[in-house]
């Protein structure tokens, strides 16, 4: 999701109950680089992503939405807040490698990572046999392919802040007033924020009693293993839900209220140990 421009001062206080705090410095630079960002792009509406660190350097991601706000997505990096370069979208080829990309980011885009992955060959036969094959995948595509994998896992939104348009757009929800204080500790009011993977499976029964303009997305409740954790902040006045799947990922909402939002600030790296630490 995100924290949107016109807000950026205030829901970044928000979120350094989960430890997430930037300089003076670099809240300034990214406050003035998100209103430039969006004029020189022609985006939307314009979100501060989160932060990848790095070794030597960290990665500062900033992500446009044009109308579509589901699928018309364009992220763009920095190293110093100031100067900002696209990055193009995550390959299949790189998809596939992330996963078995060994070792930190660097802070160097061009950096070559070694990448050994094993193919089988004539399966089912008795000539089969296991191959290994070593590539090698840049950082800046390992860092696009990070990004949208954290998004597929750990980016989401209350229920009803989104709705889904007749000709199929995917847009803010401008009658969206908040979740009340209940309904914000129930995973179930909370949707990924991606295309729905599990939805589109399901019985024809059970989709015919839901409201598709709300209901076009997965549940988080439904995660295996289960990898959120609920917290209050201020009473119950603020509400927080962390990823245990990629540490580093914070969510906000302040129930009775239109205000949400989240950031990631992590080393990009999943947490593959959750499901025996739960």
């Known amino acids: 999701m995100g924290i ?3 807000d950026f001062i205030l829901d970044l206080d928000l979120l350094a109950f989960s430890g997430i705090v930037f300089s003076p ?3 300034a630079s990214l406050q003035t680089s998100l209103v430039i960002l969006k004029e020189q792009y022609k985006f939307k509406t314009i979100h501060f992503w989160g932060k990848i660190l790095g070794i030597n350097d960290d990665y500062f991601i900033v992500q446009g939405r044009q109308r579509d706000e589901l699928r018309d997505r364009q992220f763009l990096y920095s190293k110093d807040c100031i100067n900002w370069n696209m990055l193009n979208p995550a390959s299949d ?8 990309c060994q070792g930190r980011f660097t802070g160097d885009p061009s950096h070559d990572f070694e990448v050994t992955k094993y193919d089988i060959t004539d399966e089912d036969t008795e000539d089969e046999n296991i191959e290994e094959v070593k590539t090698s995948l840049r950082e800046e595509d390992r860092l696009a392919a990070s990004l949208w994998k954290i998004e597929q896992d750990a980016l989401i939104i209350p229920r009803g802040a989104y709705i889904l348009q007749p000709n199929g757009d ?9 979740l009340t204080i209940a309904e914000c500790s129930k995973l179930s009011n909370y949707f990924h924020f991606c295309e729905p993977i599990h939805l589109p499976k ?11 303009s709300i209901h076009f997305l997965d549940p988080i ?5 289960k990898g959120w954790s609920v917290q209050y902040e201020r009473g119950s006045g603020l509400v927080h839900l962390r990823s245990l799947k990629w540490p580093g990922m ?4 302040i129930p009775g209220t239109n205000r949400y939002g ?5 080393i990009g790296e999943e947490n593959k140990d959750l499901a025996f630490m739960l």
């Not at 399901?202 to 598709?212: E, N």
């Not at 989240?262 to 992590?266: A, E, M, V």
């Open 25 to 27: 410095e670099q809240r």
């Open 202 to 212: 399901k019985s024809l029964v059970h989709r015919s009693v839901l409201d598709k």
């Open 170 to 178: 995917v847009e803010r929800n401008r009658t969206f007033d908040g």
């Open 4 to 6: 949107e421009a016109k």
């Open 250 to 253: 914070a969510f906000f909402h």
């Open 93 to 100: 080829e790189a998809k596939d490698l992330v996963d078995l």
């Open 221 to 225: 409740n439904e995660d295996i293993p």
């Open 262 to 266: 989240s950031l990631y600030c992590g």
